[in-house]
């Protein structure tokens, strides 16, 4: 009776699980608009929209795009915990679509004032941050248990492949379609997500919180929550790595606003140096996601080095100006991000105890995120006042303190922190959040 499933089980997640393989479709056209759409509108603020302050409004673009998921993080999850997850992933999808739809026709009809871009970029950045965590912790309503981790795995490598092909054709459709074809294309992705998910039945109840509660009613006690507060206090070793990676982001994710500069200022390029760029660092990080896990040596060890190896990665463009030299640059960081993201999501699945895993990775991407905006406004402000080279050794000499800080960080020598002895919850009724 074991031989036929084999084969099966041999194929990957998404072709042998068509529930989920539709909603990770799904994924990859939401990130890949939203990808898309911020390269696009960056590089159309710099070449174009805003003369002469471009690195400010590229920036502040940039840090609009990304509040939404740190903002409004809490509503979030209780959102997560009250609606079904196929509904609320369909509502945002749908949502995203129709506000890039507005922006088509508005950008078609007349110029397009930069206001409105911002706008449609906070709202596409909004139905995306109900969107992502939504679908991370909807991955037990559609894969068994025992696919929960390949399921986890597939999900984190494969948000390189939807931002690599939104970031590649973010700056070519604006220099051939203007922003008005920029945003067709995405509402075009939007729509079809939004279908695709529709199409999915998910193994849960329509209504997570009702659910829980009558699971609670049944079973008896539930263990109760516990907030990021407490479980960081009991595991010191992840509250410093998260500090450290925080503080390196400050620097990594500022490689967004920076590589448009670059571009303009230094290469002298159009959209398609733009799309080289970002598909070099696309690159890297997918294939750092596919071959983190072969990496040998413990996650702080080679933290440490990918962080080493991202500082002198970065620091190349701002002495050598050359388009290859500094594609493979972005190449070498892009792979340490991957290395980096697939070692410590693996670690985190192991030091964090199981009820408290979905509350964790959602603030973890609130809390790493956070950067994001300082970090865009900060370079964004500098790049009209500095050369994009002096950024380039800015973010450089950055990342040299978090890899020492990664390092000298007490209990990195040990393979894993064990979870703190406290309660072992009761597993969370599926679909539901902690």
């Not at 990130?31 to 509108?41: I, K, L, Y």
């Not at 400050?250 to 590589?259: D, G, N, Q």
């Not at 406004?377 to 040299?400: E, K, N, W």
């Amino acid at each position: 009776m074991t031989t036929p499933t084999v084969p099966a089980r041999r194929l990957p997640l998404v072709l042998r699980n068509r529930a989920f393989g539709t909603v990770w479709l799904g994924q990859v056209l939401t990130q890949a608009a939203v990808r898309m759409f911020q390269v696009g509108v960056s590089w159309w603020l710099i070449s174009d929209a805003a003369s002469g302050d471009g690195g400010f409004a590229a920036g502040l673009f940039m840090a609009v795009s990304t509040l939404p998921a740190v903002v409004l993080a809490p509503l979030v999850a209780r959102a997560i915990a009250r609606f079904a997850h196929r509904s609320l992933l369909r509502t945002a999808a749908g949502g995203a679509g129709a506000a890039a739809a507005a922006l088509a026709v508005w950008a078609g009809a007349s110029e397009l004032p930069v206001a409105a871009a911002y706008a449609a970029a906070l709202a596409l950045a909004t139905c995306q941050a109900f969107f992502d965590p939504c679908l991370t912790t909807s991955v037990p309503e559609l894969v068994d248990d025992a696919d929960i981790e390949a399921a986890t795995g597939f999900e984190l490598s494969t948000q390189s492949l939807a931002s690599l092909g939104g970031a590649l054709l973010g700056a070519l459709v604006v220099d051939a379609a203007g922003v008005a074809g920029l945003a067709v294309g995405c509402a075009a992705a939007y729509a079809t997500a939004a279908l695709l998910i529709a199409t999915v039945r998910f193994r849960t109840a329509e209504h997570p919180a009702a659910d829980a509660a009558a699971g609670a009613a049944a079973g008896g006690e539930r263990a109760p929550r516990r907030t990021l507060r407490q479980l960081l206090g009991s595991m010191p070793y992840v509250r410093g790595i998260l500090l450290c990676f925080t503080a390196a982001n400050l620097f990594t994710t500022a490689v967004f606003v920076v590589m448009p500069l670059y571009t303009a200022s230094v290469l002298h390029g159009d959209g398609g140096t733009v799309a080289l760029l970002e598909a070099s660092l696309g690159v890297g990080t997918l294939v750092g996601s596919f071959t983190g896990a072969r990496v040998p040596g413990r996650p702080a060890v080679v933290g440490t080095a990918c962080l080493g190896v991202m500082a002198a990665a970065l620091a190349v463009p701002g002495l050598i100006a050359a388009r290859p030299v500094i594609a493979g640059s972005l190449l070498l960081t892009g792979w340490c991000v991957g290395v980096i993201g697939v070692r410590f999501v693996a670690l985190f699945q192991r030091l964090v105890p199981a009820a408290d895993k979905p509350a964790f990775f959602a603030v973890m991407q609130a809390v790493l995120g956070a950067t994001f905006p300082v970090a865009s406004l900060l370079f964004g402000f500098l790049g009209d006042h500095l050369s994009a080279q002096t950024l380039c050794l800015i973010q450089a000499a950055g990342l040299v303190p978090a890899a020492l800080a990664l390092a000298l960080l007490p209990g990195h020598s040990r393979p894993a922190e064990a979870p703190d002895p406290a309660p072992a919850p009761e597993p969370t009724p599926a679909g539901g959040t902690r």
